[in-house]
């Protein structure tokens, strides 16, 4: 009876294990045998990756060749880390790496190391630096996403003189991160006073909120707008300036049109948010990626550009970005089917939904 309870036991840890692969960030495999494809993401505290891109991306994979297998791993924004686990998809038989990388020009190492095993390599929303062995580049008109930001802050900004506005970027370790800014700087410099800007290491939220602090702390609450590049450094802002005591919230920027940020701008808390479609994205990396797994040729039809690393002109599929404000909430993410009015409007928010016109 011991016997049997202690192989139950065994059993269930086995199983637990088995099961529990994908959430730590060990790498993990779903579908059938066949071909092996990797996808190798960067961290998940940003909603979009396990929510969207993940299972997007797996699902168009099993539906384009049933038989081929996912390889899965996110890295959390460890750099080495990720370098592991694109070792560890290698040694596993991996025919193609589809890597978002951690860090644009530590991921060349991992380029390489897949190239001198003749495994494609599809560099994911963010660029590979400065390596001829990447083959394809997915992903948005990053510096559109930074004038898009810029823009719609000089918008919120409209009959204020001289107004000063506090930035808080990406993670420099990212390229996106540099094209944003880089978009956000062409629009607003000249026509605002940029009084404090932080580059924010691993996009980190908690980051974000000390920057955001002491930016209050250094200009006496005096700020009229708030560049953030991204939902999860906005978010962090805003919530800094709530506890600060920041009355009105000036307008603040965004990217990702997370769940919770579409609900702050409902409620007035945050002004704009880029919505970029990750369906398309995502499905147009699977493309590639079973086409390249299968040996067959990518059409030359999906590729509508170069984008240079530094190294070669990558193939590149760039999407376009979208501004979304309150006024738009329903022509864009909800019309899109990104976001269903009931995972919006929950009796939170059910009021702020039906002033938009979102019922
Ligand atoms: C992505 C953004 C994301 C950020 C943090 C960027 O490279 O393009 O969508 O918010 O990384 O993960």
């Given at each position: 009876m011991a016997g049997l309870r202690t192989l139950l036991a065994l059993l269930v840890v086995a199983v637990v294990a088995v099961a529990g692969c994908g959430n730590t960030g060990g790498g993990s495999s779903s579908g059938g045998g066949g071909k092996k494809i990797a996808l190798l993401l960067p961290?998940?505290?940003?909603?979009?990756?396990?929510?969207?891109d993940r299972p997007l991306f797996q699902d168009k994979v099993k539906a384009l060749c049933s038989d081929c297998q996912v390889l899965y791993s996110n890295a959390n924004q460890d750099s080495a880390a990720q370098q592991s686990q694109a070792e560890a998809a290698l040694t596993n038989g991996a025919a193609v790496l589809v890597l978002d990388a951690v860090d644009g020009a530590a991921a060349a190492g991992i380029a390489q190391k897949a190239k001198a095993q003749n495994v494609p390599v599809i560099s994911y929303d963010r660029l590979i630096l400065n390596?001829?062995?990447?083959?394809y580049y997915i992903s948005f008109d990053n510096v559109a996403v930074g004038k898009l930001q810029g823009t719609a802050l000089l918008q919120a900004l409209t009959?204020?003189?001289?107004p000063s506005i506090v930035m808080i970027n990406g993670?420099?370790?990212?390229?996106n991160a540099k094209l944003f800014k880089q978009g956000a700087h062409s629009v607003l410099d000249g026509k605002v006073t940029v009084a404090k800007e932080y580059d924010t290491p691993n996009w980190s939220g908690d980051q974000a909120q000390n920057e955001m602090q002491q930016a209050l702390t250094a200009l006496a609450?005096?700020?009229?707008?708030v560049y953030a590049a991204n939902d999860t450094t906005g978010g962090a802002a805003i919530a800094a300036m709530k506890s600060a005591g920041v009355r009105p919230l000036p307008p603040t920027t965004g990217q990702d049109a997370d769940l919770a940020a579409i609900q702050r701008i409902l409620i007035g808390e945050q002004y704009m948010t880029v919505y970029k479609a990750i369906k398309p994205e995502a499905e147009g990396a699977a493309e590639l990626a079973v086409d390249l797994a299968l040996g067959k040729q990518v059409p030359s039809s999906m590729v509508n550009g170069k984008t240079n690393n530094g190294a070669a002109d990558v193939p590149s599929i760039l999407l376009t970005p979208q501004t979304v404000t309150k006024s738009t909430i329903g022509t864009t993410v909800i019309q899109d089917g990104y976001w269903t009015k009931e995972q919006l409007c929950t009796s939170q928010y059910a009021d702020a939904c039906k002033t938009a016109g979102i019922t």
């Open positions: 961290e998940s505290k940003t909603a979009r990756y396990e929510a969207k390596s001829a062995a990447v083959n009959g204020k003189t001289s993670d420099p370790a990212d390229n609450n005096k700020v009229d707008g």
